[in-house]
């Protein structure tokens, strides 16, 4: 079955950093997509309500709204008496809510997870909706986690004492987490399991069983893919409810060592899946990219492992190209259909980063005389505009590049600064033209530095970023 390129209801920023996350359909409007980007950022909401045909036909008659179904919101504190409640310290209560609130998070996955399989997986098996093998590449092993979380809930109710309280609870998730690696499969191939659950929305009995999961009670009006993102949401979620139990643990606390290193523990587990995850989301347009001519397939293509960030860009004429930043080469491209699947046709040669002069141009530095179609008017000063070239003789490539907006534009003089000083081995720059001219110096330097060089004394293209702010974690 061949794939499409998964839809997002709009498009966000460029977040600084990069893996669990976006994944992405073709940005518009210039706007940059980083990869691999963290785990936190990589929510692909939305969907299934707003493909084709998923509303009901006009003059159909509806029952009222069925009431959604709610969860259990019941707090630690309020299953306690008074007397017993006053028996523990307010520092104590908090601290057993965010335990609390760790146990009731485990068993509303537990029972997504179980929904998914049940209300989704097995009817639209059972109704030839989908194949099997649609199904498995879609939903993956999502319900073979479930004995995973069912064990955590198993300790911690070992774990709690005659009064109700968990005593200790570092050591109990240090022997659990390592276990979450079981994710890292699910998590790299949820970029193509998007593509192809958004492919087969196209097919209206898959719109009219989607939407009608939607409208049951059951559903609490979340979309397929929101249960199917959930276990990615539940992961990044992890350090923060841990934090939490350490902010209302005492210092002398026996607990606070060991909540201190499965802190450390869950932030290597989640860098450990970005990365990984990159790695998938990288192959994965690399395996759509689409060559005219054999000659246009750099050989270094094979050796990226990182997409930087990718976006649609117009260039002097006003023709639209989709531009891939990858870790060894800039690839610029035009977005093409064949046979139904969507790929990428690569427009010239692709440019080593190695070889690659990039210039910010001033606003209006350049008169285009029209040249961008529809952006331009005759002889209109130019706005948010950077030029890329190579200096490799034999290429004779220069390319001005056009942005929507002067965010975007940062975000791509950004990205490629970054990437030119990794692969010559210096600090990135933040100057105008220092780029360029660093380039235009010997060439001869920059290719006797080895890849040895690059990695110990230049800092990563993007940082893989296990540490999970409060605002990047996503409520369900």
């Known amino acids: 079955t061949e794939e499409k390129e998964p839809s997002n209801k709009r498009v966000r920023p460029l977040a600084k950093v990069s893996s669990l996350v976006n994944l992405i359909s073709p940005s518009k409007n210039g706007a940059v997509r980083r990869f691999g980007q963290t785990i936190q950022s990589m929510s692909l909401r939305g969907g299934d309500s707003k493909s084709p045909g998923m509303s009901l036909k006009a003059g159909s008659k509806t029952a009222g709204p069925t009431p959604t179904k709610r969860r259990n919101s019941t707090l630690w504190s309020e299953t306690l008496d008074v007397h017993q409640k006053s028996t523990f310290s307010t520092k104590e209560i908090k601290r057993q809510e965010a335990i609390h609130e760790l146990y009731r998070g485990e068993q509303d996955l537990i029972e997504d997870l179980q929904l998914a399989r049940k209300a989704y997986h097995d009817p639209m098996l059972k109704l030839s909706i989908m194949t099997e093998e649609e199904l498995a590449h879609i939903f993956g092993d999502l319900d073979a986690y479930i004995p995973l979380h069912e064990d955590l809930l198993m300790k911690l109710m070992e774990g709690t004492g005659p009064d109700g309280t968990v005593a200790q609870i570092g050591q109990i998730v240090i022997d659990w987490l390592p276990g979450l690696n079981a994710?890292?499969?699910?998590?790299?191939?949820?970029?193509?399991?998007?593509?192809?659950?958004?492919?087969?929305?196209?097919?209206?009995?898959?719109?009219?069983?989607?939407?009608?999961?939607?409208?049951?009670?059951?559903?609490?009006?979340?979309?397929?893919?929101?249960?199917?993102?959930?276990?990615?949401?539940?992961?990044?979620?992890?350090?923060?409810?841990?934090?939490?139990?350490?902010?209302?643990?005492?210092?002398?606390?026996?607990?606070?060592?060991?909540?201190?290193?499965?802190?450390?523990?869950?932030?290597?587990?989640?860098?450990?899946?970005?990365?990984?995850?990159?790695?998938?989301?990288?192959?994965?347009?690399?395996?759509?990219?689409?060559?005219?001519?054999?000659?246009?397939?750099?050989?270094?293509?094979?050796?990226?492992?990182?997409?930087?960030?990718?976006?649609?860009?117009?260039?002097?004429?006003?023709?639209?190209?989709?531009?891939?930043?990858?870790?060894?080469?800039?690839?610029?491209?035009?977005?093409?259909?064949?046979?139904?699947?969507?790929?990428?046709?690569?427009?010239?040669q692709p440019i080593p980063v190695l070889d690659l002069a990039l210039e910010d141009l001033q606003d209006g530095e350049i008169r285009m005389g029209g040249s961008f179609r529809g952006a331009f008017t005759n002889g209109e000063k130019a706005k948010n505009v950077f030029r890329v070239s190579s200096l490799d003789p034999s290429h004779g490539q220069s390319h001005t590049l056009h942005v929507n907006d002067v965010y975007h534009k940062q975000q791509w003089l950004n990205c490629l600064r970054t990437a030119m000083a990794q692969q010559q081995g210096a600090p990135p720059r933040v100057q105008q033209g220092e780029a360029v001219r660093a380039k235009r110096r010997s060439s001869t330097v920059s290719a006797t530095i080895s890849d040895e060089e690059t990695n110990e004394n230049c800092p990563p293209v993007y940082v893989i970023c296990a540490k999970i702010r409060d605002q990047e974690t996503e409520k369900l």
């Open 183 to 348: 994710y890292k499969g699910y998590c790299s191939n949820q970029l193509a399991a998007k593509a192809l659950l958004d492919q087969k929305k196209l097919d209206r009995r898959v719109q009219d069983f989607l939407q009608r999961c939607l409208e049951s009670p059951f559903s609490r009006k979340l979309d397929l893919w929101s249960f199917l993102d959930i276990p990615r949401s539940r992961l990044v979620k992890y350090p923060l409810l841990l934090r939490e139990i350490l902010r209302h643990t005492p210092p002398d606390h026996p607990d606070v060592t060991s909540l201190e290193r499965a802190i450390t523990i869950i932030q290597e587990i989640l860098s450990d899946i970005n990365v990984r995850k990159g790695e998938s989301e990288c192959q994965y347009y690399i395996d759509k990219l689409e060559y005219l001519d054999d000659k246009q397939r750099d050989p270094l293509i094979d050796n990226c492992k990182t997409l930087l960030c990718h976006g649609e860009l117009r260039n002097k004429s006003g023709s639209r190209l989709h531009v891939f930043l990858f870790s060894e080469l800039l690839v610029l491209t035009r977005p093409v259909t064949r046979n139904d699947r969507s790929c990428f046709q690569v427009y010239r």
